[in-house]
């Protein structure tokens, strides 16, 4: 329930805001200075002057740094989740929309929570709340449009990962059996030696017209995978085959 503070003849609702931020990545987590104090700060100046109208900042903090707004796995945002439901927050503050959530289905879910427990939301930086129905409308609007972003975003990584993958680039992951990765091109050169083997497997699967049989023989003939050394120098042993 909600505290009231009264002051001569006017009554002030006392409305307990919590400030959460979040960083996609942890690149520059441990500077003095982060992107997440940034959001805070800008955010907690906004509650502070909002002191007229009964706005208390929660003092403690919801920081997500290093994770992403496609879901809700987020440590410090399910902990804001459980103090909301316990009564303990009535007005969630963050520096924009998308740090709550890059997702429009998990959005919705998050303000349906928000008004089962009667909590506000206010994104400062795009002047709007959900408090009203103007604001609940602009920020459907502007979550399909930070969604469509994100989806653009994917969609062209996707086109440069096949772009690369055409010309013979090595996009990443365990190197493969037969295959060497040129450090300088990041492109795959054919292994000699083991390319012998590759082929050897071929010819082994297409007798047997097995996969399970094939491992078999691999296993007996003790063959293993790829052993590679990393970047930072460590070495990764082969496994022999299963089946």
């Known amino acids: 329930m909600k505290k009231t503070d009264k002051n001569n003849s006017s009554q002030i609702t006392r409305k307990r805001c919590a400030v959460y931020t979040r960083k996609s990545t942890t690149e520059n987590l441990d500077s003095s200075f982060t992107s997440l104090?940034?959001?805070?700060?800008?955010?907690?100046?906004?509650?502070?002057?909002?002191?007229?109208?009964?706005?208390?900042?929660?003092?403690?903090?919801y920081d997500d740094g290093g994770f992403s707004g496609g879901d809700m796995d987020r440590p410090a945002f399910q902990q804001?989740?459980?103090?909301?439901?316990?009564?303990?927050?009535?007005?969630?503050?963050?520096?924009?929309?998308?740090?709550?959530?890059?997702?429009?289905?998990?959005?919705?879910?998050?303000?349906?929570?928000?008004?089962?427990?009667?909590?506000?939301?206010?994104s400062i930086t795009q002047s709007f709340d959900t408090g009203t129905s103007m604001g609940r409308l602009m920020l459907n609007v502007?979550?399909?449009?930070?969604?469509?972003?994100?989806?653009?975003?994917?969609?062209?990584?996707?086109?440069?990962?096949?772009?690369?993958?055409?010309?013979?680039?090595?996009?990443?992951?365990?190197?493969?059996?037969?295959y060497d990765i040129n450090s300088d091109t990041h492109s795959l050169v054919v292994n000699e030696n083991e390319a012998v083997q590759v082929r050897e497997i071929y010819d082994l699967y297409l007798k047997n017209k097995s996969m399970g049989i094939t491992a078999n023989e691999l296993q007996q003939r003790k063959w293993m995978t790829k052993s590679w050394i990393t970047k930072s120098g460590n070495v990764v042993k082969g496994e022999i085959f299963s089946g």
């Open 142 to 178: 502007l979550l399909s449009f930070a969604q469509f972003e994100r989806e653009i975003i994917s969609e062209r990584t996707r086109d440069k990962i096949t772009a690369a993958k055409k010309k013979g680039k090595w996009v990443g992951g365990y190197p493969i059996l037969g």
């Open 80 to 122: 804001l989740m459980l103090d909301i439901a316990d009564g303990k927050i009535d007005c969630v503050v963050v520096y924009k929309v998308d740090r709550l959530s890059r997702s429009l289905a998990d959005f919705i879910r998050i303000v349906q929570k928000f008004e089962e427990y009667d909590v506000g939301f206010v």
């Open 37 to 61: 104090d940034a959001q805070r700060e800008s955010c907690e100046a906004f509650i502070s002057s909002q002191k007229l109208n009964g706005w208390v900042l929660v003092t403690d903090h």
